[in-house]
């Protein structure tokens, strides 16, 4: 067959490119108006093998035909095959041209064309009204396009005789149509007709118009041999019932593995795709002619009968030259008048062919008489021939509307049966036949069918522009061809079918609602059912019902009672409508979608495993026997050394793949189909697993997410065995792999609450997983990934190995220089070992916290602490390595922070343990805090500013203010006096103090802020008692001591505001104001004039006064618990726990209440002596004699109320009030008093 050409031309173009020897041909696609009646017809020729049209010779009268020419039945460049076809087979179709043709034009295919056929069962179909000869043709649907062929019920028995094949169908026809059916030869007139046609056109070539003596050796051409060629042509047309072609038996030995692959890559496109550039190759090369699939045809013409598209095999011979471009050659017998069933004849040939004038020959008993020129449209017209074109094409509407009605299922054989001299045309369903009687494979034009309704797919799979809603229109192809397979017979094409039924489902889109894309039903033109429902009968529709009809009848799909019907316009409608069942199944989720895959994958792996078998194969293993998932303890596996020894192992065959050594268990040939085939449908695995993972991690299910990503490497790892060299896609998808393992192992590691959940989810295995894994095992061992995907109970084997996965991702990047190509998924890699960095540095640094809290006696820091210090600090070192090599500066400041907390521990951990009277602030601990500040400045630096991360830069600076306060607090605490002078330690604790301040921030609005201001009172607090104590110790310099003295008062003040902001911290408010009191006392202690010390004295009880909302807010909280007590008084637990949840120390309040009586008793009785000793020496004034009085009253109650031991703490702090309250109203008297 030489190939297509113009395959694509559009049928409306007015020339298609004319292939080898057509220049000749007529012109395209013209309208013709023929009789009167308008009927639409146009012709475009997509393939043509004819010569160059040659003028034929006009016969001199009196020419003899039944003498052969000289040149008779030798090949003639100007006749082509038609002169050496004309004897045997013009008139007879073989059973599969229809499949020839469809072969060649794939892409019309279930899309544009209603009907491919040979133009010899067009016309037997369109002259059924008006012919008694019996009509007998298979029909196979493909999408909306009707396959039609001529099924020779003679030559099939003679078969069925010889072989034994088809008696199925011998005995039906027996029983229900012909019970006497008897082969029927054919007569001496027919063969004699025969020979003088060939004669006549080889005469019609030669020119000469004489007869010429023929070579002894042609006599053997005459009438005779010629009945023999033909019968035997015709027998040897059909081929057995079920053969498979010699290319590709389907032997499972290794020695099939070398054939010309099948289509198995039709390349979409994803991670796990072939690559691009690879091409369909041909299906079988040299199975199309062994099972008499060629297309032999001299001319493919796609025709236009009004609205009927269809593909036309036509073997014709046209002849032109001179003033006739294109004309058909025809020899008439004169005394035989032309009859209606000739003129169509010759009308549909010319019409199909496009050739506007036919040149008849009449001869009487073989002799020439004369030639006659007609045109195409008035042959209608003609005497004695006369016929309506109008109802040609009404018959061409209805038969084409009743066979699509009723041949519905694809894949199926329809028989379209008429017996000779009968009205009744039938339809049976061959295919359900043949499985109600025997195997379905005794159908011959089941393996055809098949391959065509696969090749149709491939098709569509490979159109660039293809559109989703023709999935549904792929799926229902594939499933059809699937059910017309068996695996032991075409494990190639069952193989290449359920591939590309998992390419379908596109695993990596994006994750939106199913449906949104592309409509779900499918409702396009060249949507069809799989299975289509037949539609109820009708009048409208024509009686499809049989019930009027023998019960023998009640096997037919339909019947049409009267050929008379098919002349009615419009007498059968085509109910053939789009219905949803060709539509594309709708997934709900991505699960749903993965597990469709891994169906139609395994199915294909089995295809590929069943075809090949090897001596001492693998022990069969029993798909319902779970493969062990090898769970071991973490004392044997989990330790980060044997972790790093795998990884090397993992790395090291990582790098050996450009060597290109692969090895497979089963021993696959590489190159052979089931080899490419495999790798196709484990990539199309790994990938379907990767998806489930990452879903079941969306749902925190990550015992699942483990063992799907399990599958997915394990799958990869076969790959791997198999492939001789990786493509840049299967890298990056296998660091996605990686990556996502190394997720789920942090994510386990984080949830170990669940981990029983997690061990039960990750041992779970359906059959469908079992079946894969079994098939992986026949290639590979899978246990390369072995490290990365086993399920550890332990938490730092969990991290090492969720690391490692990372680590294995950026080597495998690193290495392939795919880290260019693949910038976003490097990056995502080095944050997420950024990450895991982190969180091992974590996991130390939180271990040596601990074993530094259990260590009690000893003072020296252990090896232990110190290798889980060593270990934290590597870890977050390569972490800020990480996240400074992609510019996370949010990141790499965080772990910076991290290591400065990691530092503070370090310095903890070198604290003295002796007695706090022996302990003093060590050098070494100075030197671990100084180098968490260094990293908390660092990590401010990092960020640069406040607006790049305000969190984070908040979180840095609490940190660095609580490193200095930490630091200056021990200095302060522990003064290290052994080593530096009281002078310099409270330099040092003083300037710690105010860095601290510094990056305390009270002022910004946040949650943090009750915190900075409680920091800040304390720091002023502390300085404040610094200071004070300074003053108190030191003799000798005044200026300093006064500028101490400023110091302290200012840093009190400073306390006092911050405290009182602050309304759950009355204690420390109290305590600073009572230092205060003391510090007012020791002033007064060094002043000698009475008015001095009693504006100092009038001052410290002010002081006191201003203590009122202190008291206020203990005595709130004192009384709120009362009230809790006495509600819950019935309830034990209850009142445990209100005093437990209380935020006040009512032994701090005691205390401090204590201290706060005494001050104020001593500073009353101050105030009294001094103010009576004024009195005496001034003789008074009213505003000192009220205060003297009032603070002698006050002193009063004040001391019956301490020397009363029964009064409860709310009582006592009761009295406290009003005492405090009375001194208020006289605090502006004893002001003016003393002024």
């Not at 035909?65 to 076809?85: D, I, Q, V, Y």
């Not at 190639?492 to 994006?510: G, R």
């Not at 984080?750 to 079992?770: G, I, V």
Request: hydrophobic share 35%; charged share 25%; proline share 4%.
């Amino acid at each position: 067959m030489e190939e297509p050409c113009a395959a694509g031309a559009d049928a409306g173009a007015a020339a298609a490119a004319p292939p080898r020897g057509d220049a000749e041909e007529p012109k395209q696609g013209s309208l013709l108006f023929l009789g009167g009646n308008e009927v639409k017809s146009s012709a475009v020729v997509k393939y043509s093998s004819a010569p160059p049209q040659a003028a034929f010779a006009r016969l001199q009268e009196k020419t003899d035909l039944k003498l052969p020419p000289a040149n008779w039945l030798r090949e003639s460049a100007k006749l082509g095959s038609a002169g050496t076809t004309i004897l045997g087979n013009n008139k007879k179709s073989k059973p599969f041209s229809s499949f020839g043709m469809a072969y060649d034009f794939i892409d019309s295919i279930g899309n544009d064309v209603d009907v491919v056929s040979d133009s010899e069962n067009i016309k037997k179909l369109l002259k059924i009204p008006y012919s008694k000869s019996h009509v007998s043709m298979a029909v196979h649907r493909i999408g909306r396009t009707l396959l039609l062929d001529e099924l020779d019920i003679q030559e099939l028995f003679m078969r069925s005789s010889q072989t034994g094949d088809w008696t199925w169908l011998k005995e039906f026809y027996q029983r229900l149509i012909d019970q006497k059916w008897q082969r029927k030869k054919k007569s001496k007139e027919h063969w004699y007709q025969k020979a003088i046609l060939s004669k006549f056109l080889y005469y019609s070539i030669n020119g000469d118009g004489a007869a010429q003596p023929v070579p002894s050796t042609s006599k053997q051409h005459q009438e005779g041999p010629v009945s023999g060629e033909s019968d035997e042509a015709g027998r040897a047309s059909w081929p057995a019932p079920f053969e498979m072609p010699s290319s590709i038996s389907e032997d499972p030995g290794a020695s099939n593995q070398g054939s010309v692959p099948l289509e198995p890559s039709c390349i979409v496109g994803h991670v796990a795709s072939a690559p691009k550039e690879q091409n369909l190759t041909t299906l079988f090369n040299d199975g199309e002619n062994s099972q008499g699939l060629k297309n032999d045809f001299v001319r493919n013409i796609l025709w236009t009968f009004e609205d009927i598209h269809m593909l036309v095999g036509s073997n014709m011979p046209i002849f032109g030259g001179g003033r006739y471009p294109a004309v058909s050659l025809r020899l008439r017998d004169n005394n035989k008048p032309i009859n209606v069933l000739t003129g169509i004849d010759y009308w549909l040939d010319n019409l199909i062919c496009n050739v506007p004038e036919l040149v008849m020959c009449f001869h009487v008993n073989g002799i020439v008489q004369k030639y006659e020129m007609i045109k195409t449209e008035d042959i209608p017209n003609l005497e004695n021939s006369n016929f309506s074109t109008k109802v040609i094409k009404d018959i061409a509407q209805n038969i084409l509307s009743f066979l699509k009605s009723n041949c519905t299922k694809e894949g199926h054989t329809y028989w379209l049966f008429k017996a000779s001299g009968s009205d009744i045309v039938k339809l049976y369903d061959l295919t359900t036949l043949c499985e109600e009687t025997e195997d379905k494979y005794q159908n011959p034009f089941t393996m055809p069918v098949a391959i065509l309704l696969y090749k149709v797919a491939c098709n569509m799979m490979l159109k660039k522009n293809q559109n989703k809603k023709h999935y549904g229109t792929i799926r229902t192809l594939l499933l059809n061809c699937l059910k017309l397979l068996d695996n032991g017979r075409h494990p190639q094409i069952i193989a290449s079918a359920n591939y590309m039924l998992s390419e379908l489902f596109q695993l990596d889109e994006p994750k939106k609602e199913d449906g949104t894309d592309f409509p779900m039903n499918g409702n396009s033109d060249e949507s069809y059912s799989e299975e289509e429902e037949e539609m109820p009968d009708s009048d409208e529709n024509g009686s499809y019902s049989n019930s009027s009809d023998p019960p023998d009848d009640n096997k037919a799909v339909a019947i049409i009672k009267s050929v008379g019907e098919l002349s009615v316009p419009e007498k059968y409608k085509s109910v053939h409508r789009i219905r949803p069942s060709c539509a594309f199944p709708v997934c709900h989720g991505a699960e749903e979608r993965c597990r469709l895959v891994l169906s139609y994958v395994l199915e294909g792996l089995k295809s590929v495993d069943s075809s090949i078998k090897k001596e001492g194969d693998l022990p069969a293993a029993d798909p319902s026997t779970p493969i062990p998932l090898k769970y071991e303890d973490e004392s044997t596996s989990g330790a980060p050394e044997c972790l790093e020894k795998q990884m090397a192992l993992f790395l090291d065959k990582m790098g050996s793949f450009p060597k290109g050594k692969h090895s497979s268990l089963s021993g696959m040939i590489p190159g052979s189909w089931q080899y490419k085939m495999k790798l196709q449908l484990i990539l199309k695995s790994s990938k379907a697993y990767y998806v489930l993972s990452d879903a079941a991690m969306s749902l925190q299910k990550y015992g699942r997410a483990l063992r799907y990503i399990k599958l997915a490497l394990q799958c990869h790892d076969t790959y791997c065995c198999l492939c001789a060299s990786m493509l840049p896609e299967v890298l990056v998808f296998l660091c996605q792999c990686l990556t996502l393992c190394g997720d789920t192992q942090l994510m386990l590691a984080q949830n170990a609450n669940n981990r029983a959940a997690y061990l039960e989810e990750y041992n779970y295995q359906t059959k469908e997983d079992q079946e894969i894994l079994h098939s992986l095992h026949r290639e590979s061992s899978c246990q390369v990934f072995a490290w990365a995907t086993d399920l550890s109970t332990d938490l730092e084997c969990q991290l090492s190995v969720s690391c490692k996965c990372y680590e294995a991702a950026n080597e495998i990047l690193l290495f392939s220089n795919l880290k260019n190509q693949n910038p976003e998924q490097h990056m995502q890699v080095l944050k997420r070992m950024g990450n895991i960095r982190n969180e091992i540095g974590v996991f130390y640094m939180n271990q040596a916290a601990a074993v530094q809290t259990e260590r009690v006696v000893s003072k020296n820091v252990s090896t232990t602490e110190q290798q889980l210090w060593k270990k934290s600090f590597s870890c977050f070192e390569k972490g800020i390595q990480n996240f400074e090599s992609i510019d996370d500066a949010t990141n790499a400041a965080l772990l910076l922070c991290n290591t400065g907390r990691l530092m503070r521990i370090c310095a903890q951990a070198h604290c003295a343990t002796e007695g706090d009277f022996k302990r003093e602030f060590s050098p070494e601990e100075a030197l671990y805090y100084n180098k968490a500040i260094d990293y908390y400045l660092k990590a401010l630096r990092s960020l640069g500013k406040r607006e790049m991360h305000p969190a984070v830069w908040d979180s840095v600076n609490w940190e660095l203010s609580t490193t200095y306060f930490t630091m200056a607090t021990l200095q302060q605490d522990y003064a290290p006096l052994s080593r530096k002078a009281q002078e310099q330690i409270e330099k040092e604790v003083s300037e710690a103090m105010m860095k601290s301040l510094k990056y305390c921030d009270v002022d910004t609005v946040s949650p943090r802020q009750p915190l900075c201001q409680y920091r800040a009172a304390t720091i002023h607090h502390r300085l404040a008692s610094m200071y004070h104590s300074c003053l108190r110790n030191q003799v000798g310099d005044e200026h300093l001591r006064k500028q101490h003295r400023v110091l302290a008062d200012l840093h009190y003040s400073k306390a006092v505001r911050l405290f009182q902001l602050l309304k759950d911290a009355p204690c420390e408010f109290l305590r600073v104001q009572l230092e205060r009191v003391a510090f007012a006392e020791f002033q007064m202690a060094s002043q000698n004039s009475c008015a001095g010390k009693l504006k100092t004295l009038f001052g410290a009880l002010d002081i006191m006064v201003k203590t009122k909302c202190a008291f206020q807010l203990i005595r709130k909280e004192l009384a709120a618990e009362c009230e809790q007590i006495s509600e819950n008084k019935s309830s034990a637990e209850n009142t445990t726990s209100n005093d437990s949840s209380t935020s006040l120390n009512k032994e701090e309040v005691l205390k401090l209440l204590s201290i706060f009586e005494s001050r104020m008793s001593f500073l009353l009785l101050q105030s009294v002596k001094l103010l009576t000793s004024a009195k005496k020496k001034t003789g008074g004034i009213n505003e000192e004699e009220e205060v003297l009085k009032t603070n002698k009253q006050v002193y009063s109650l004040l001391l019956r109320a301490t020397a009363n031991k029964s009064m409860t703490l709310l009582e006592r702090i009761e009295v406290i009030l009003s005492l405090l309250e009375q001194l208020t109203q006289n605090s502006e008297a004893s002001n003016v008093g003393i002024q």
